[in-house]
């Protein structure tokens, strides 16, 4: 019985990719940016003492997330959004705020928390470099409404059509998938892939990005 639980647990890791808080933790966008929230003004990239621009700051980042692409960096999906921010000089969080944001042992919660504590949580507008969130991706509740946070990922790019496409750790990778609000229940149109699936479930569509879609983590003003 212990031997069938570890499996079960370690496919759930795996495919959903978050961790919880006992676990080790270690220029492509048009868009207007603006300041990011969580940087010290004096932010300086690798001891430059040169103080960045907004735009040279988010290039840093994009930098990191294709690094990390189609690696196993991180180990989880709030593990890859750890190594980013520690990379990039807290661009998602504090880390000693951050402990005071756990409501379970879930990391992607707490980091949901914390955006959500500082008004920082939105269901559109998102922009290039903010936190998207999933509700309900993890075997056991992924069939019902609870609201718990259990994925994280991070939006690499945005395209005309309002598709994102987002970086986070799935199936044992960082990788590549993507999102379209306004086609909650489309997985393709042709080869192109609207929804990707961020979980697994009988009711696929249920199971789609945007239907478990809780939220962007905003890291601009």
């Known amino acids: 019985m212990r031997k069938i639980f570890a499996i079960l647990f370690l496919q759930i890791l795996i ?3 978050c961790s919880f808080k ?24 690798k001891n430059q003492s040169v103080k960045l621009t907004n735009n040279q700051i988010l290039n ?23 190594v980013l921010n520690n990379e990039n000089n807290g661009i ?47 075997r056991g509740i992924k069939n019902k409404k609870t609201g718990a946070i259990t994925h994280v990922g991070v939006i690499r790019e945005i395209y005309s059509d309002g598709r994102i496409r987002f970086v986070h750790f799935a199936s044992g990778r960082n990788r590549s998938d993507f999102m379209d609000l306004k086609n909650p229940k489309v997985h393709k149109i ?9 979980a697994r479930c009988k009711r696929k569509n249920f199971c789609l990005a945007s239907n478990l879609f809780a939220g962007f983590g905003k890291v601009t003003e």
């Open 190 to 198: 042709g080869k192109k892939t609207v929804n990707s699936y961020v």
């Open 15 to 17: 495919f959903t990719g």
């Open 22 to 45: 006992n676990d080790k933790i270690i220029v492509t966008n048009q868009c207007k940016i603006g300041n990011f929230y969580e940087l010290d003004p004096r932010f300086s990239h």
């Open 60 to 82: 840093f980042l994009l930098k990191s997330i294709d690094k990390y692409e189609n690696t196993r960096k991180g180990g989880d999906c709030t593990g890859f959004i750890t």
């Open 92 to 138: 998602f969080f504090d880390d000693k705020e951050l402990n005071n944001h756990f409501s379970n042992r879930r990391k992607s919660q707490a980091l949901y928390n914390y955006y959500k504590a500082k008004n920082r949580i939105s269901m559109n507008n998102p922009k290039i470099g903010d936190l998207v969130f999933w509700q309900n991706t993890t």
